[in-house]
């Protein structure tokens, strides 16, 4: 069964770092558009980074850029978040997205655009 799961949540202090991994099983992530997507307690699930098939397109939301790096091992069918300089409002479930069929820059970040979804991983900030 193809499916993508989701590794490397965590509680850390503001100003820490976290990488998170995505790994993909039955199927090659080198020909996906995929994305991260996070959604923090009673707010809507929103899009974080996105990465391009050939991972030479990418997405941040304003809220992370600089801070944030999506990236990809296709040897390892991974993709990962690089998380750094943590701060409490980036607590949130964070889920991987895959096989995104994006239609223009604004389609990377949104969550119609991607049909498989992993169960995601817990990322916990404390002040």
């Known amino acids: 069964r193809a499916q993508v799961v989701e590794s490397g949540g965590g509680s850390v202090q503001a100003g820490g770092s976290l990488r998170l991994s995505c790994t993909a099983s039955?199927?090659?992530?080198?020909?996906?558009?995929m994305a991260w997507f996070r959604q923090a307690p009673g707010k809507e699930r929103e899009g974080v980074a996105a990465?391009?098939?050939?991972?030479?397109?990418?997405y941040y939301a304003d809220s992370v850029k600089g801070r944030f790096t999506i990236s990809k091992d296709n040897t390892k069918n991974t993709l990962y978040l690089q998380m750094n300089s943590l701060n409490p409002e980036d607590t949130a479930v964070y889920y991987c997205a895959a096989k995104g069929r994006w239609l223009g820059p604004d389609s990377g970040l949104r969550r119609e655009t991607y049909t498989d979804w992993g169960q995601g991983t817990q990322v916990t900030v404390s002040s």
């Open positions: 990465l391009s098939a050939n991972a030479g397109v990418s």
């Open positions: 039955g199927y090659a992530i080198r020909w996906y558009n």
